[in-house]
């Protein structure tokens, strides 16, 4: 995480901001759905946020950031396409910018000792491109050039905080909802083979993620006035 923030005004504080957003990478071997295929994932999302925060009272700040994100995917899958042969095995290296995405949250503090916070974050899709190797017993060794698409996940989370023992602990909790069922529903791909014009196809990797849901708590003690 990378970011900084100014006041501008005396209600209003803008800043920016970079950050990974995403990251992920997962093995498997000897899929016996691709005749024995092993297959590899790797991604990442980093964003960029142009955030501005305005208080609109002492118990009550609004925010709300403008975010785009780069992405990368390397991928050495098998794939389904049908037809003799058996599943085409597919090394690709792709990467993309999207934009835009939005964060909006607020900041609700009632009292001196108790908060409460809410954010929603927007799903962002980003269009990737790049290169790669398609191999195939019927069609051989062949070089691609691929499109797709990724994407980030809307997410919901609230929370709350409360200050004890004259302000020297501090109890918060959180939940949180991610629609990864959408976001992650499938991968589409749109594959050129560069020395065959005539070959093009359009696959669909089946992905499935399901939602997700989270709750954290966390307790800071504070245990003197320099520590």
Same mark, same amino acid.
């Given at each position: 995480?990378?970011?900084?923030?100014? !006041?501008?005004?005396?209600?209003?504080?803008?800043?920016?901001?970079?950050?990974?957003?995403?990251?992920?990478? #997962?093995?498997?071997?000897?899929?016996?759905?691709? /005749?024995? %295929?092993?297959?590899?994932?790797?991604?990442?999302?980093?964003?960029?946020?142009?955030?501005?925060?305005? @208080?609109?009272? $002492?118990? %009550?700040?609004?925010?709300?950031?403008? !975010?785009?994100?780069?992405?990368?995917?390397?991928? $050495?899958?098998?794939?389904?396409?049908?037809?003799?042969?058996?599943?085409? @095995? %597919?090394?690709?290296?792709?990467?993309?910018?999207?934009?835009?995405?939005?964060?909006?949250?607020?900041?609700?503090?009632?009292?001196?000792?108790?908060?409460?916070?809410?954010?929603?974050?927007?799903?962002?899709?980003?269009?990737?491109?790049?290169?790669?190797?398609?191999?195939?017993?019927?069609?051989?060794?062949?070089?691609?050039?691929?499109?797709? !698409?990724?994407?980030?996940? /809307?997410?919901? @989370?609230?929370?709350?905080?409360?200050?004890?023992?004259?302000?020297?602990?501090?109890?918060?909790?959180?939940?949180?909802? #991610?629609?990864?069922? /959408?976001?992650?529903?499938?991968?589409?791909?749109?594959?050129?083979?560069?020395?065959?014009?005539?070959?093009?196809?359009?696959?669909?990797?089946?992905?499935?993620? @399901?939602?997700?849901?989270?709750?954290?708590?966390?307790?800071?003690?504070?245990?003197?006035?320099?520590?």
């Amino acid at each position: 995480f990378l970011g900084a923030g100014a !006041r501008v005004l005396e209600p209003l504080t803008v800043g920016a901001a970079v950050y990974a957003a995403t990251g992920a990478g #997962a093995e498997y071997e000897g899929l016996p759905e691709f /005749d024995g %295929l092993d297959m590899s994932l790797e991604v990442g999302v980093i964003e960029a946020a142009i955030p501005v925060a305005y @208080r609109v009272s $002492d118990e %009550l700040s609004l925010g709300v950031a403008l !975010r785009g994100a780069f992405c990368f995917l390397s991928t $050495d899958m098998p794939i389904d396409i049908g037809g003799t042969g058996g599943p085409l @095995r %597919l090394e690709q290296s792709l990467s993309g910018f999207g934009a835009p995405g939005v964060l909006v949250g607020m900041s609700w503090h009632p009292t001196d000792t108790v908060a409460f916070g809410a954010t929603y974050r927007s799903k962002m899709t980003i269009d990737l491109e790049g290169d790669g190797t398609a191999t195939h017993s019927f069609l051989g060794e062949n070089p691609v050039e691929i499109e797709s !698409r990724f994407a980030t996940a /809307d997410a919901i @989370r609230f929370g709350t905080a409360v200050s004890l023992l004259d302000q020297r602990l501090l109890v918060a909790f959180e939940v949180s909802h #991610a629609l990864l069922s /959408d976001a992650y529903e499938v991968l589409p791909l749109s594959i050129d083979f560069t020395e065959r014009p005539d070959t093009h196809l359009e696959q669909e990797v089946v992905l499935g993620w @399901r939602d997700s849901q989270s709750a954290s708590l966390g307790i800071e003690y504070d245990l003197s006035d320099t520590w």
